[in-house]
């Protein structure tokens, strides 16, 4: 959702001034800037701590929802496991009340070990780190001081990250370009180090120091990048490239994703070591100073930082670009580039990009060659299904497995909603919020992600297709109203109004005084605004507002979940969705999941990466008037269960129950375990009735995982407990092979559930 237009969402934490490497292409140590000098090495607990305060201050003032902090350098990880740790823990704990936060770090990879790994797979840490290509490429400038390469160092830490367990923690590479590289050598190096992203960037230049272009080539980084992307293009682009992937969007009146092309207002600010407010850090590159504002995390809200001339004049679109820039063509797209490579002494920030040739090349050659490739994947390659296989029947299964289960169910559901609505004749308005949703997949693609990962999507669409949907197309057109709001896309939606109310899926419900039928979402200018004849118009916003309530979260900062209250299509389980939750009772659940979570550390601790990247929504169930728990998922269900509200340590046992049946079903949806033809049913001991071969494997998934916590506990009931889950897992195991309706993927799967329950008798009880 857009912040308001003066709010500052993305903050770089200058966590250590010092780097191991001497690049002498950095930007930091070797150009104008020489302010590291004078920096302390590491920040110290108090700034960082201040600087959270001010965070989480502004986020609370400007209705933030969300803000990211980009942990960097100088080098990061030279700060140390322990440092990182606290201040991580110090982060989270001081901006969670306020405002959800994602953190990024940007490394060269040297120093990264397994307990940094864990560190950042614990705390939702995305690292990026700094590769220029193969070998050669990297040496060229990224080497250690005494000129040695650091490359075979780079690729240990990407082998690290690639680990089934530390994946999560793999945010992607940063390649700076040099012309000397073979292009097509340097996308294939990268490629091969499987990142979930990549970036590429003009190296840092000036009209003072212009970029090096041999022969005098009018647009050589053009030529360079233009190999790249038909490359990228021709491989169906397998990896999101930020810079194509912004000008795409662009090209399309949709959002960029990096300051470096794109007219989009950008709210970003720099924290020094020693607690200086500063200006986009790339500036350094400009002249000495050249970032400076003059405030200080002690002194100066975040609000003064906004005001500062140098940070607001990045919100300012074209009306801050020089008139050439403002004439331009490809003004939309470009945006004149990165400012600070508009940078001229005597001029200012005055001028085109000093890459403005290549940037105008780049963009007219990509208008011309129109991209017939394949959409982008939304999945990166999986791996081995046996792996996978293996991986998750040792129970618990690790964040990776799930994280590439929940990725290809993704991309499932995005494929069949567009399959049933390729050729529906949808009324207005769904017609057009449908095409304004195709158009954010199109231009905006990550925008469109959480339509795709939308919990009720697949519920809505199997119920649409069965014609049994009361709202139908309606809550299609909710869908796209969200998604809009998501991407900032300026948009002007007629919106279905009910009983006064709409509900923008994933986001909340507005109340208007109206009686009309339609209302109008407006998305212009990063407001977003419902209006409908007679009544007051409401902000959709991210914090609550005057006739918005924003959907409720819960759940500890390690596993922050949507607790929904509000989707109609959320009472989809055999047992009634709980009514609207009261103040008290929302923060009874916050209550409740944290406990739950906490339960789950101390007897479980391995189940905890599952159920984060496995249960994004808790939906409240009505509770049992006879008092037996309940919990539930919807096999169209993603990423969300069904809870009636019990005590904690009942709790974490219905969580992970639920959180089998969500990862079984993803299975289901990548390989057969069973020939679906086979139609008979077996016994199974946690129900009466017998079960078709696919439902006892859900059961023997979730018992396995019951049984699993209650080894775990002490106590006669407990052992009594483990003792009948387990007793119904190897009877079910018996009962499906017997039935030999298992495929060599079920058979194998089988097999390793036996052997974790094996292994348990081996550890004893
Ligand atoms: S291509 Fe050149 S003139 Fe056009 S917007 Fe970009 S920098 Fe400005």
């Not at 000098?37 to 969300?66: C, F, M, T, V, Y």
């Not at 129109?370 to 792996?387: C, E, F, S």
């Not at 795709?452 to 809505?460: A, C, F, G, K």
């Not at 006879?626 to 019990?646: E, L, N």
Request: charged share 25%; glycine share 8%; hydrophobic share 45%.
């Amino acid at each position: 959702m857009s912040a308001q237009a003066a709010a500052i969402t993305e903050f770089v934490l200058k966590v250590h001034s010092r780097c191991d490497l001497r690049c002498d292409h950095c930007y930091i140590y070797v150009h104008r800037d020489r302010t590291w000098k004078d920096r302390p090495r590491a920040i110290s607990p108090g700034i960082a701590h201040l600087a959270a305060q001010r965070i989480a201050e502004h986020a609370r003032d400007h209705g933030l929802h969300r803000v990211r902090v980009i942990l960097h350098g100088g080098e990061p990880l030279l700060l140390g496991a322990e440092r990182l740790r606290a201040l991580l823990s110090d982060l989270r704990a001081t901006v969670r009340p306020a405002a959800e936060i994602d953190l990024v770090l940007q490394s060269n990879g040297i120093l990264l070990d397994e307990e940094l790994c864990r560190l950042f797979v614990e705390h939702g840490v995305l690292v990026g780190i700094s590769l220029d290509g193969d070998a050669a490429a990297n040496d060229r400038h990224r080497r250690f001081r005494n000129g040695a390469s650091s490359h075979a160092e780079v690729l240990r830490a990407l082998e690290l990250l690639r680990r089934p367990e530390f994946r999560p923690a793999y945010g992607g590479l940063l390649c700076t370009i040099d012309l000397a590289n073979d292009p097509i050598a340097v996308y294939e190096a990268l490629l091969e180090q499987r990142p979930p992203r990549i970036d590429l960037l003009l190296p840092h230049a000036t009209w003072d120091d212009p970029p090096p272009r041999p022969g005098g080539a009018a647009a050589p980084y053009a030529a360079w990048l233009l190999a790249v992307y038909r490359r990228w293009v021709a491989d169906g682009r397998p990896v999101p490239i930020r810079l194509f992937d912004s000008l795409r969007s662009a090209a399309a009146g949709g959002p960029s994703q990096t300051e470096a092309v794109g007219l989009d207002a950008i709210g970003l600010a720099t924290i020094e070591t020693d607690g200086a407010w500063e200006q986009a850090d790339s500036l350094k590159t400009a002249f000495h100073g050249a970032a400076a504002t003059g405030f200080h995390v002690r002194t100066h809200s975040l609000d003064e930082v906004a005001a500062h001339p140098g940070v607001a004049v990045q919100r300012q679109g074209a009306a801050a670009l020089s008139a050439t820039c403002r004439d331009c063509e490809v003004l939309a797209q470009c945006g004149g580039g990165l400012r600070a490579h508009r940078y001229r002494t005597g001029g200012g920030f005055d001028n085109p990009s000093v890459y403005c040739a290549d940037l105008k090349e780049l963009i007219l050659s990509m208008r011309r060659e129109p991209d017939t490739g394949r959409p982008a994947p939304i999945v990166a390659p999986a791996p081995a299904l046996d792996a996978l296989l293996d991986d998750l029947a040792t129970g618990a299964g690790s964040a990776e497995a799930v994280r590439t289960l929940l990725d290809a169910r993704a991309a499932v559901d995005r494929t069949l909603l567009i399959d049933t609505l390729a050729e529906a004749d949808l009324p207005e308005p769904a017609a057009r919020a449908w095409a304004l949703l195709r158009r954010i997949d199109a231009t905006a693609p990550e925008a469109a992600v959480p339509v795709w990962r939308h919990p009720w999507l697949r519920v809505w669409t199997m119920r649409y297709l069965d014609g049994v949907d009361k709202s139908g197309p309606d809550y299609l057109a909710r869908l796209a109203g969200a998604a809009a709001v998501r991407a900032g896309v300026e948009a002007e939606l007629p919106l279905p109004v009910r009983d006064g109310r709409i509900h923008l899926p994933g986001l909340g419900i507005a109340t208007l005084a109206t009686t009309a039928a339609l209302a109008t979402l407006t998305v212009e200018a990063g407001r977003c605004t419902l209006r409908a004849p007679g009544a007051d118009p409401v902000e959709v916003r991210d914090g609550a507002g005057p006739g918005w309530r924003p959907v409720l979260r819960a759940g500890p900062e390690q596993w922050p979940v949507l607790l929904d209250d509000l989707d109609e299509q959320r009472d989809c389980h055999e047992w009634p969705a709980a009514d609207r939750l009261t103040p008290a009772a929302a923060l009874a659940w916050d209550a409740r999941l944290r406990d739950a979570w906490a339960v789950l550390g101390r007897e479980a601790p391995e189940y905890r990466p599952a159920l984060r990247w496995g249960v994004h929504t808790v939906a409240p169930l009505a509770v049992n008037p006879g008092g037996a728990r309940r919990s539930a998922t919807h096999r169209d269900a993603f990423a969300a269960i069904g809870v009636a509200a019990t005590d904690a340590p009942a709790t974490a046992i219905l969580l992970v129950h639920e959180l089998q049946h969500v990862k079984l079903g993803a299975l289901l949806d990548l390989c057969d375990l069973a020939d679906p033809a086979y139609l008979g049913t077996v016994p199974v001991g946690w129900r009466p009735d017998p079960r078709p071969v696919e439902a006892a494997l859900q059961g023997i998934y979730a018992h396995l995982a019951v049984a699993d916590l209650w080894r775990r506990r002490p106590g006669a009931p407990a052992r009594a407990s483990f003792e009948d889950s387990r007793r119904w897992v190897l009877e079910a195991i018996d009962a499906v092979t017997g039935t030999r309706a298992l495929n060599g993927e079920g058979q194998r799967f089988v097999a390793g559930v036996l052997a974790t329950v094996d292994g348990w008798a081996a550890a004893g009880p």
